[in-house]
């Protein structure tokens, strides 16, 4: 399996969306990321639905919802009207995960569960037959620009263990902290997708993109998917 790299708006220019959208597609993303951040379940507030629906127009990539929300339920039918691909909602902020999740998937999208760092992920081992990819928060969710912590890694390659013992190939993302530097360690403790913003949205988002595939080119061909 090759690895994906999905760029978060969440380090856009806010004011020239559309353009950075463009820009990004253009300079290799396979994916565009979007971090639905309501206040409560994180401290920050980014937008909405309508953001995601203005976008659908102007990328013909994967979308990525990322509800960082409470009530992850009330937000997903919006979601996929506006053109979400992929939707993935927080196990913390679920009381109805399974249901969430089948939800999702009867919508016509891809369902996924992520968890927060000090989550423990024996709480989604029931849940990993039903999910179409599986996100895991490297730093503390709320805000772009953090450094990514090390103890996150060891749980990337439990999970990939535990998806591995149950002959599921479910592929594994990676949020927070990704750059050149860290995303060789995240693919090599199995992750598959790369969530990234700071490290893409900058002057020359072209090259930005190129380094960062170029730093786990190599590695995913040496640690091959089993």
Known sequence: MSVKIAASILSADYGNLARDVRRVEVAGADMIHFDIMDGRFVPN?????????ALRGVSRLQFFVHLMTVEPERQ???????????IVFHLEAS??????????????VDAGVS???QTALSSASDLMKEMDVFLLMMVRPGFSGQKLMPSALSKVRIARDMFLEKGLKTPIAVDGGVNPTTAPLAVKAGADILVAGSAIFRDDVKKAIKDLR???TALADKYPRK
């Open 76 to 86: 997903v039918k919006n979601f996929v009207k506006a053109g979400a691909d992929i």
């Open 214 to 216: 170029g730093s786990v």
């Open 45 to 53: 507030i980014t937008f909405g639905h309508g953001v995601v629906q």
């Open 95 to 108: 009381r109805r995960p399974l249901h969430l999740i089948r939800l999702i998937r009867d919508l016509g």
């Open 115 to 117: 968890l927060n760092p």
